[in-house]
């Protein structure tokens, strides 16, 4: 029996940390059935919430499963990410670059820059990049709408030449990081889902 990761107050954040703590541990889709328990949300307040939250695009839900949460998807997303053998896609890059810092384990990225297309590899150890330089993340300005204009355009550039340009593409809204300053702003963004996924583990 797991005991409740957070008061009942924040359904929506409750089910999206256990949600992506349970992909991490079972590695494929979560019945709802099982997010109440985790949550300790009754079952018609999780079947509510999770039809919100997936209408907003904040989970994947796919034959009435959770296929993702957070970020990490075994559904959707450009971008793949290797965890302990495992693989999963995330929604954007800095779900990727933050999911790995956060929880501080090795793991591989492929993805490609988003102004040429070239395809861009890279290697985690204790949840950091192999390297800071030369790509660039662009960190959209979040709006209103998850998907379309937070997580589409936050992708990686392949240099400082690409990162420019993608952010003229943008007309500047958003930020460009290296990838250690990504890593570590998206580590402490995603520490709550880790907590999660270490009580859950
Ligand atoms: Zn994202
Ligand atoms: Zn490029």
């Keep these: 029996m797991t005991k409740p990761l957070l008061p009942a107050g924040d359904a929506a954040g409750s089910l999206r940390e256990a949600g992506f703590a349970l992909l991490i ?32 695009g904040w989970l994947d839900v796919a034959d009435g499963r959770v296929a993702g949460a957070a970020g990490l998807s075994l559904a959707t997303g450009p971008h793949r990410l290797t965890l302990g ?18 929880l501080a384990v090795h793991g591989r990225l492929r993805t490609a820059c988003g102004q040429c297309g070239i395809e861009i590899a890279l290697t985690f150890r204790a949840g950091m990049p192999d390297r800071s330089d030369p790509e660039r993340l662009w960190l959209a300005e979040a709006g209103a709408d998850l998907r379309g204009s937070f ?7 392949c240099g400082d030449e690409h990162g420019t340009a993608w952010a003229a593409v943008h007309d500047g809204r958003g930020r460009l990081l290296d990838l250690d300053a990504a890593s570590r702003a998206g580590g402490a963004d995603w520490a709550g889902c880790a907590a999660a996924a270490r009580r859950l583990a």
């Design 25 to 56: 541990r079972e590695r494929r889709p979560v019945g709802l059935d099982e997010l109440a328990a985790a949550t300790g949300l009754g079952a018609a307040a999780t079947r509510e919430a999770v039809a919100t939250l997936a209408g907003a």
């Design 85 to 102: 053998g495992a693989r999963f896609r995330t929604w954007c890059a800095y779900d990727a670059l933050g999911i790995v810092a956060a």
């Design 151 to 157: 997580c589409t355009p936050t992708v990686l550039l």
